[in-house]
């Protein structure tokens, strides 16, 4: 791999000489060519055997430049490089490149395009977060008033069990996101047990993104279902005697001033204790389901189950057949 030089001594008129005609020498320069290494004649004008070897030991680099695929502003320029390429390479690597900057513009717009989707689903997800936890007022035009019903089964170790259903719907009032506010009946073995009005308030998952701060005190926000209040209500009613043998969270006696530290875990217990040495045990509810039958089970071994989810239809008119 060396430089062979041809020299051709040709006769000119040369600027210093004005006119009068001067023999000068026409050096022309060959070598390997960078990419096939077949002898090519080098269109630099000046070219060292030191110097080609340096460019050969660059060569990856050299190549990729010619390929388009080196970062941009990678030196030295395609040009400088083209000087030790024969012609046919040349042309193959210009193709390569111009199919590279092509390849690259490409990926350019598919990034842009993913970038935009998440921008966009991200957007959707703020909303729908600002909505999930916005209250407003609705009133009895915007509210679908199909009745909705679930099931429970509350079991207890001496096989006791009880049947539980609840029925719920939705009326005008406030409401947070979807969540309206829901007037709810707890039948217990298909007696009416409480009646009472809530919302099922659940967190939501949305995408993060570092442009939008947390929604307010979202951390703080409430969840609750509209089952744990009843099972609470229905707890203390029917299992007094049984909560009366669990530890107390609370003890308050009537007359003494002593202070009620009411930071608790709920659901948890205050018991009563009246003068006449009579006790009631109040549940402090919990109005999630999933703490309330942690605790139950833990405390009472009432165990409560979910039987199954169903909606709930109006019968059609002079159907009979209606549950309840
Ligand atoms: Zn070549």
């Given at each position: 791999m060396g430089i062979r030089v041809e020299e051709e001594?040709?006769?000119?008129?040369?600027?210093?000489?004005?006119?009068?005609?001067?023999?000068?020498t026409v050096r022309r320069y060959f070598g390997p060519c960078l990419i096939c290494e077949r002898e090519t004649q080098y269109s630099a004008s000046r070219v060292s055997d030191e110097w080609l070897a340096k460019q050969f030991k660059r060569r990856r680099?050299l190549l990729?430049?010619l390929?388009?695929?080196?970062?941009?502003?990678?030196?030295p320029?395609v040009a400088y490089i083209e000087t030790i390429v024969c012609a046919g390479c040349r042309?193959e690597s210009?193709?390569?490149?111009?199919?590279?900057?092509?390849?690259?513009?490409?990926?350019?717009?598919?990034?842009?395009?993913?970038?935009?989707?998440?921008?966009?689903?991200?957007?959707?997800?703020?909303?729908?977060?600002?909505?999930?936890?916005?209250?407003?007022?609705?009133?009895?035009?915007?509210?679908?008033?199909?009745?909705?019903?679930?099931?429970?089964?509350?079991?207890?170790?001496?096989?006791?069990?009880?049947?539980?259903?609840?029925?719920?719907?939705?009326?005008?009032?406030?409401?947070?996101?979807?969540?309206?506010?829901?007037?709810?009946?707890?039948?217990?073995?298909?007696?009416?047990?409480?009646?009472?009005?809530?919302?099922?308030?659940?967190?939501?998952?949305?995408?993060?993104?570092?442009?939008?701060?947390?929604?307010?005190?979202?951390?703080?926000?409430?969840?609750?279902?509209?089952?744990?209040?009843?099972?609470?209500?229905?707890?203390?009613?029917?299992?007094?005697?049984?909560?009366?043998?669990?530890?107390?969270?609370?003890?308050?006696?009537?007359?003494?001033?002593?202070?009620?530290?009411?930071?608790?875990?709920?659901?948890?217990?205050?018991?009563?204790?009246?003068?006449?040495?009579?006790?009631?045990?109040?549940?402090?509810?919990?109005?999630?389901?999933?703490?309330?039958?942690?605790?139950?089970?833990?405390?009472?071994?009432?165990?409560?189950?979910?039987?199954?989810?169903?909606?709930?239809?109006?019968?059609?008119?002079?159907?009979?057949?209606?549950?309840?």
């Amino acid at each position: 791999m060396g430089i062979r030089v041809e020299e051709e001594v040709r006769e000119g008129v040369g600027y210093e000489t004005k006119k009068v005609p001067q023999k000068y020498t026409v050096r022309r320069y060959f070598g390997p060519c960078l990419i096939c290494e077949r002898e090519t004649q080098y269109s630099a004008s000046r070219v060292s055997d030191e110097w080609l070897a340096k460019q050969f030991k660059r060569r990856r680099i050299l190549l990729s430049i010619l390929r388009g695929t080196a970062p941009s502003h990678t030196s030295p320029s395609v040009a400088y490089i083209e000087t030790i390429v024969c012609a046919g390479c040349r042309e193959e690597s210009r193709k390569l490149r111009t199919a590279a900057v092509q390849q690259r513009a490409a990926e350019e717009r598919q990034k842009e395009k993913e970038e935009k989707e998440w921008k966009r689903k991200v957007e959707e997800s703020w909303r729908a977060r600002v909505h999930h936890y916005e209250w407003r007022d609705v009133t009895a035009a915007e509210i679908d008033p199909t009745p909705h019903g679930t099931e429970f089964r509350a079991a207890l170790p001496n096989s006791e069990v009880h049947q539980i259903l609840f029925r719920w719907r939705a009326t005008p009032g406030k409401c947070r996101g979807d969540s309206y506010l829901m007037k709810v009946g707890m039948w217990v073995d298909g007696k009416l047990t409480a009646h009472y009005h809530g919302w099922d308030l659940q967190d939501i998952d949305v995408l993060e993104d570092e442009n939008h701060r947390l929604y307010g005190s979202e951390e703080k926000w409430p969840t609750m279902d509209l089952f744990g209040g009843g099972f609470c209500r229905w707890i203390e009613c029917a299992f007094q005697p049984r909560l009366l043998t669990v530890e107390p969270d609370l003890v308050w006696e009537p007359g003494s001033y002593k202070e009620l530290d009411t930071q608790i875990r709920r659901p948890g217990t205050l018991r009563v204790d009246w003068l006449d040495g009579s006790r009631y045990v109040h549940v402090l509810p919990s109005l999630n389901l999933p703490e309330v039958a942690e605790w139950a089970e833990q405390h009472l071994g009432l165990r409560i189950e979910e039987r199954a989810f169903r909606p709930v239809r109006r019968a059609p008119a002079g159907d009979a057949t209606d549950d309840q």
